[in-house]
């Protein structure tokens, strides 16, 4: 993206410009500043749950990085999700905007087969990027509203998929 990250992280830290942005996103609410709930709808091929989210940012480095865990539930399907957003500074004043997520996924959603799952995630972090960058170029406002949790937040919110996978 062609704005520094100073410029970027309100629209990436804002939580109605992320429900404007997400794919399926039906609902998103600022619970505090380190917690959000969210309603997400998503289907793959004929599956399509919807979501009730619960989301904590873990790990707030502004204007660098953002770590959020979030577990999500609907009617026979499930989610573990650990999502890390960084903010790289390019030579000429841009910015490179790096994305991870590592996600622990179950219920029939899984039964269409990793590969299904995987071109729709891909899909939905396409449309996502697509439509953040539309509107940072139409200069929405934006207002950063995230922080990270206090360790007493995190204590009821335990997702560690990296021990998970190992």
């Given at each position: 993206?062609?704005?520094?990250?100073?410029?970027?992280?309100?629209?990436?830290?804002?939580?109605?410009?992320?429900?404007?942005?997400?794919?399926?996103?039906?609902?998103?609410?600022?619970?505090?500043?380190?917690?959000?709930?969210?309603?997400?709808?998503?289907?793959?091929?004929?599956?399509?749950?919807?979501?009730?989210?619960?989301?904590?940012?873990?790990?707030?480095?502004?204007?660098?990085?953002?770590?959020?865990?979030?577990?999500?539930?609907?009617?026979?399907?499930?989610?573990?999700?650990?999502?890390?957003?960084?903010?790289?500074?390019?030579?000429?004043?841009?910015t490179?905007?790096?994305?991870?997520?590592?996600?622990?996924?179950s219920?029939?959603?899984?039964?269409?087969?990793?590969?299904?799952?995987?071109?729709?995630?891909?899909?939905?972090?396409?449309?996502?990027?697509?439509?953040?960058?539309?509107?940072?170029?139409?200069?929405?406002?934006?207002?950063?509203?995230?922080e990270?949790?206090?360790?007493?937040?995190?204590?009821?919110?335990?997702?560690?998929?990296?021990?998970?996978?190992?």
């Amino acid at each position: 993206m062609e704005q520094s990250r100073e410029e970027l992280w309100p629209y990436f830290t804002d939580p109605d410009v992320l429900a404007e942005c997400a794919p399926g996103c039906k609902e998103m609410v600022l619970e505090s500043p380190h917690e959000i709930t969210a309603v997400l709808a998503v289907g793959v091929g004929s599956v399509k749950p919807e979501f009730n989210v619960d989301a904590i940012v873990t790990e707030l480095e502004y204007p660098e990085k953002l770590v959020l865990k979030a577990e999500g539930n609907a009617p026979r399907n499930e989610f573990e999700m650990t999502a890390t957003m960084e903010m790289i500074e390019q030579e000429d004043g841009g910015t490179t905007v790096a994305w991870e997520a590592k996600a622990d996924v179950s219920g029939t959603i899984v039964s269409l087969g990793g590969r299904a799952l995987k071109s729709v995630t891909n899909r939905l972090v396409k449309k996502y990027f697509a439509d953040m960058q539309a509107a940072v170029e139409a200069g929405e406002g934006a207002e950063s509203k995230l922080e990270a949790a206090p360790p007493e937040a995190l204590e009821d919110f335990d997702i560690d998929l990296e021990e998970e996978a190992a």
